[in-house]
């Protein structure tokens, strides 16, 4: 695979990051680019940051021509969501409340409209009393070199390996693989024999300094993040599953999610630092949501949300075409990770505030068994239904607060469990395996899954917990996943790592299991770490 530079996926002039300063770099990432699509996207961020445009969006925003505009955005939409939004009386409930559904023929149309009037509403007000946002700081501070050694470690392990076969040869991660990471991966989730255990690291943030990156370009820059995942394939000598992902399509999403700056207070990143939640109480009863809708608690929008939403569409869209570019002729020898995400179990705790919702879950059960029954079920059809519309095999659940690390095992059933096994049902009937990434310590919670899931109908991705004991309460009933501690991967020796990995091997091997640390692989593991994986499969985890 060559780019009109003629450069390959196996040349080493590729660049990436920080890689990225010299005149051939950066006119290499600019051969990626589409000039007319920058300059729609340069006018979109003009129109919609430029004061003198949205002085006049506010003093017409009552006008006939907007509200003629407004009424056929509605009109438009609504006829896109029939069909779509099977339950549309709940999702109109979801955004809108009892209040405001009335007001609305559409679901998203007027979700979006009312993030754009509060935006134009918000900068009235900052304008009003002479309120200025300072830019954020960016700091450059070089990254560490996380891949140093990578040459010899890959050459040592996986001589002559080759990264992107031709002609639709199986790919092949270590050297004696008979079956596809896409094979291999399925016959893990059904609990059937296969060739070796899986190797399935959830990449993220260790893309922007396995790549030779930083953070700033990995939340911002799909070309640089694109082409650190091309490195982080070559110097990793690849895994079960391919790199591929961008911080900012996660934090400027202008939908309910916990990452999403539209509702939660993020900090932003610079080169060193990574975003940071700062998690307050944002609401005083869960009434407000029922009465208007989860657009009520739409946090203050400022240019730089808006400007990071229009940078994520067109980075989102650079980002694929570099991924293409090199992975497009493998990518359906991979499984995926996830293609769908419901995380309507952590909005509410996050929403209502750590310590006034750990009070709720003794004083106001029944309370927080209705807003989840709110707020579920409409994300879970919205959800499933964008799924199946990209022939998704897989569809994530993310939850953290509902963990043993909140709350007892009781509180847990009274309170998330009926509506979190809701969601994992909606997706198993759609024809979809669900990926439960569990953060924090489910130990406590297991037992449920196991009592009242069919068999094989989820990967449980763990995190604080020894695997050995989950394992113990789930035996065969599901495909196990990840729960090597961050400590371990990152300060503890290859050696260490290797040990662990070879105790999880021995015990669940045979039962589904698919190497990886917990939540995501951390952003600083040594390389040397990243290969003992590998080296613990090849050495325990054939069959």
Same mark, same amino acid.
């Given at each position: 695979?060559?780019?009109?530079?003629?450069?390959?996926?196996?040349?080493?002039?590729?660049?990436?990051?920080? /890689?990225?300063?010299?005149?051939?770099?950066?006119?290499?990432?600019?051969?990626?680019?589409?000039?007319?699509?920058? =300059?729609?996207?340069?006018?979109?961020?003009?129109?919609?940051?430029?004061?003198?445009?949205?002085?006049?969006?506010?003093?017409?925003?009552?006008?006939?021509?907007?509200?003629?505009?407004?009424?056929?955005?509605?009109?438009?939409?609504?006829?896109?969501?029939?069909?779509?939004?099977?339950?549309?009386?709940?999702?109109?409930?979801?955004?809108?409340?009892?209040?405001?559904?009335?007001?609305?023929?559409?679901?998203?149309?007027?979700?979006?409209?009312?993030?754009?009037?509060?935006?134009? /509403?918000?900068?009235?007000?900052?304008?009003?009393?002479?309120?200025?946002?300072?830019?954020?700081?960016?700091?450059?501070?070089?990254?560490?070199?996380?891949?140093?050694?990578?040459?010899?470690?890959?050459?040592?392990?996986?001589?002559?390996?080759?990264?992107?076969?031709?002609?639709?040869?199986?790919?092949?991660?270590?050297?004696?693989?008979?079956?596809?990471?896409?094979?291999?991966?399925?016959?893990?989730?059904?609990?059937?024999?296969?060739?070796?255990?899986?190797?399935?690291?959830?990449?993220?943030?260790?893309?922007?300094?396995?790549?030779?990156?930083?953070?700033?370009?990995?939340?911002?820059?799909?070309?640089?993040?694109?082409?650190?995942?091309?490195?982080?394939?070559?110097?990793?000598?690849?895994?079960?599953?391919?790199?591929?992902?961008?911080?900012?399509?996660?934090?400027?999403?202008?939908?309910?999610?916990?990452?999403?700056?539209?509702?939660?207070?993020?900090?932003?990143?610079?080169?060193?630092?990574?975003?940071?939640?700062?998690?307050?109480?944002?609401?005083?009863?869960?009434?407000?949501?029922?009465?208007?809708?989860?657009?009520? =608690?739409?946090?203050?929008?400022?240019?730089?949300?808006?400007?990071?939403?229009?940078?994520?569409?067109?980075?989102?869209?650079?980002?694929?075409?570099?991924?293409?570019?090199?992975?497009?002729?493998?990518?359906?020898?991979?499984?995926?990770?996830?293609?769908?995400?419901?995380?309507?179990?952590?909005?509410?705790?996050?929403?209502?505030?750590?310590?006034?919702?750990?009070?709720?879950?003794?004083?106001?059960?029944?309370?927080?068994?209705?807003?989840?029954?709110?707020?579920?079920?409409?994300?879970?059809?919205? /959800?499933?239904?964008?799924?199946?519309? /990209?022939?998704?095999?897989?569809?994530?659940?993310?939850?953290?607060?509902?963990?043993? =690390?909140?709350?007892?095992?009781?509180?847990?059933?009274?309170?998330?469990?009926?509506?979190?096994?809701?969601?994992?049902?909606?997706?198993?009937?759609?024809?979809?395996?669900?990926?439960?990434?569990?953060?924090?310590?489910?130990?406590?919670?297991?037992?449920?899954?196991?009592?009242?899931?069919?068999?094989?109908?989820?990967?449980?991705?763990?995190?604080?917990?020894?695997?050995?004991?989950?394992?113990?309460?789930?035996?065969?009933?599901?495909?196990?996943?990840?729960?090597?501690?961050?400590?371990?991967? =990152?300060?503890?020796?290859?050696?260490?790592?290797?040990?662990?990995?070879?105790?999880?091997?021995?015990?669940?091997?045979?039962?589904?299991?698919?190497?990886?640390?917990?939540?995501?692989?951390?952003?600083?593991?040594?390389?040397?770490?990243?290969? %003992?994986?590998?080296? %613990?499969?090849?050495?325990?985890?054939?069959?």
């Amino acid at each position: 695979m060559k780019s009109r530079f003629g450069i390959g996926i196996n040349d080493e002039r590729i660049p990436s990051g920080l /890689m990225g300063k010299t005149t051939f770099a950066k006119k290499f990432e600019a051969s990626f680019r589409n000039p007319v699509l920058d =300059t729609l996207f340069r006018n979109i961020n003009t129109i919609m940051l430029n004061d003198r445009c949205l002085n006049f969006f506010y003093h017409n925003r009552f006008s006939l021509p907007f509200q003629g505009i407004k009424n056929l955005v509605d009109w438009f939409v609504a006829k896109i969501e029939q069909g779509l939004i099977l339950n549309h009386k709940e999702a109109m409930l979801l955004f809108h409340g009892i209040n405001g559904s009335n007001q609305f023929r559409s679901v998203m149309g007027d979700h979006l409209i009312s993030i754009l009037e509060k935006y134009i /509403m918000d900068w009235h007000l900052r304008q009003k009393y002479n309120v200025r946002i300072p830019p954020p700081k960016r700091k450059t501070n070089p990254p560490p070199k996380t891949y140093r050694g990578w040459k010899k470690l890959r050459e040592e392990f996986q001589p002559n390996w080759d990264p992107i076969p031709a002609d639709g040869q199986p790919v092949k991660i270590l050297l004696t693989d008979s079956l596809t990471p896409l094979e291999r991966m399925r016959k893990l989730v059904a609990g059937k024999p296969t060739d070796r255990i899986g190797f399935g690291p959830s990449w993220d943030y260790a893309v922007a300094y396995l790549g030779g990156s930083n953070i700033w370009e990995f939340c911002y820059d799909g070309i640089a993040t694109g082409l650190a995942c091309v490195n982080t394939w070559l110097r990793c000598g690849g895994s079960d599953w391919l790199p591929s992902s961008i911080g900012v399509g996660a934090y400027a999403i202008p939908y309910p999610d916990p990452h999403s700056r539209y509702y939660f207070k993020w900090n932003l990143p610079h080169d060193a630092n990574f975003p940071q939640f700062l998690e307050k109480r944002l609401i005083e009863s869960y009434q407000e949501i029922i009465d208007n809708g989860y657009n009520s =608690t739409l946090q203050e929008i400022t240019k730089r949300t808006i400007r990071d939403t229009i940078v994520m569409f067109r980075e989102l869209y650079y980002h694929g075409k570099v991924i293409n570019r090199y992975f497009g002729p493998i990518k359906n020898q991979f499984y995926p990770y996830s293609k769908g995400f419901i995380s309507a179990f952590d909005l509410i705790p996050m929403v209502r505030g750590l310590i006034d919702f750990s009070r709720d879950v003794k004083k106001k059960k029944e309370e927080i068994h209705q807003i989840f029954e709110f707020i579920t079920k409409p994300l879970t059809d919205i /959800m499933v239904t964008l799924s199946k519309l /990209m022939n998704a095999e897989t569809c994530m659940i993310g939850c953290s607060r509902g963990s043993s =690390t909140f709350m007892s095992p009781k509180d847990f059933e009274e309170t998330h469990w009926k509506s979190l096994k809701y969601s994992i049902n909606e997706i198993n009937k759609a024809g979809m395996t669900c990926t439960l990434h569990l953060d924090n310590n489910w130990m406590g919670n297991l037992h449920y899954f196991v009592e009242e899931l069919p068999k094989r109908s989820c990967i449980l991705h763990l995190d604080q917990l020894d695997l050995v004991e989950a394992h113990k309460i789930t035996s065969d009933h599901f495909c196990l996943m990840g729960a090597i501690s961050l400590p371990l991967a =990152t300060r503890g020796t290859p050696t260490q790592l290797e040990e662990k990995l070879k105790t999880y091997i021995k015990e669940i091997g045979k039962d589904g299991l698919i190497l990886a640390s917990g939540c995501e692989i951390p952003v600083d593991i040594p390389i040397q770490n990243f290969y %003992a994986y590998k080296k %613990a499969i090849s050495r325990y985890g054939r069959f």
